[in-house]
């Protein structure tokens, strides 16, 4: 007997692709159930407490992952299965600063390959946590987040500028013609 996953995999290989990666907003099938499917907060992908360490899969798997509410969802034609995530779906591990036309633009790389320029439709937001630690987090796609890791978050602090706003003192970061807040100094 085939398991979920099984039939998961067969249902997206069957699945109409664009360009763009498969047309999430038009699949609408019932919740199938859960999946065990896990997604740590370092980005590794586990089914059944066991790691997929193969890149491709977790990648194919990725281009399905739907966020309502606070769950996540991969999503086939005809199938939705609940997947449990531990922080963010996404790790964005890697950072390049490129000018064009005398403009910075800044551009993420993910844990899936995703690369992402930081801009109006792909903003930047640091949350604070209690002993001050940033947490730096960018919108990829349709709802769904990365994690922007350490050294790519301290490159962006040596990239930043000063500014001030109600008298407080801040650092910003500038891409694709849009300044991005890191955090008060």
Known sequence: MASALDELLARLSQAEQGPG???LDKWHPPLSGDIDIRIAADGRWYHEGDLIARAPLVKLFS???RREGDDYFLVTPVEKWQIRVD????VAHSVARIERDGVDHILFTTNVGDEVLLDRAHPLEVETLAGGEPRP???VRANLWARIDRPSFYQLVDWARTGTENGQNFLHVD???QSFTLGSI
């Open 21 to 23: 990666g498969p047309p």
């Open 63 to 65: 281009s399905i992952l």
């Open 87 to 90: 922080d963010l779906p996404f």
């Open 137 to 139: 987090s960018m919108h």
């Open 175 to 177: 891409s694709a013609g």
